[in-house]
């Protein structure tokens, strides 16, 4: 018997690679997925939890407090909120505000030296101090 009188072989699926996406529906979630539940790194367009910071982020989004992130799943590109450093900026923001205004408030108030007397109306002279004997 040749192989053209063998009947074709079923196709077979190929291997998935798991080494991108380890997680699967079958394996029980880790205290690090529920971290990322909870905190809210889950992508908001497929809800997949396995994310990484992008590096597609501007300089001054952070001082907004955002942080740009990329779904591994479907590759979403989505900006995350951190309150703690918008926080932080406006606090930030708020003392430097406040020393610039206590810097200008003692700047107005002080003296440069003795203030000169002013002009006293015409007649007004002082008599000299008395001479004691």
């Known amino acids: ?14 291997e998935l690679d798991l080494r991108r996406h ?30 990484r910071p ?10 907004f407090g955002l942080r740009s992130r990329r779904c591994r799943a479907c590759r979403a590109l989505y900006a995350q909120v951190r309150p703690a450093e918008l926080l932080a900026t406006v606090v930030l923001a708020l003392l430097l505000l406040g020393g610039l205004a206590e810097v200008a408030r003692r700047a107005t108030r002080a003296t440069p030296g003795p203030r000169p007397a002013p002009a006293g109306a015409k007649g007004d002279a002082k008599l000299p101090p008395p001479v004691l004997r």
């Open 22 to 51: 380890p997680r699967t529906d079958t394996q029980p979630i880790s205290i690090r997925d529920w971290r990322r539940f909870t905190r809210g790194e889950a992508c908001p367009a497929c809800g997949h939890a396995d994310t």
């Open 54 to 63: 992008s590096h597609r982020s501007p300089w001054w989004a952070a001082l």
């Open 1 to 14: 018997m040749t192989s053209i009188d063998q009947p074709p072989a079923p196709p077979q699926e190929p």
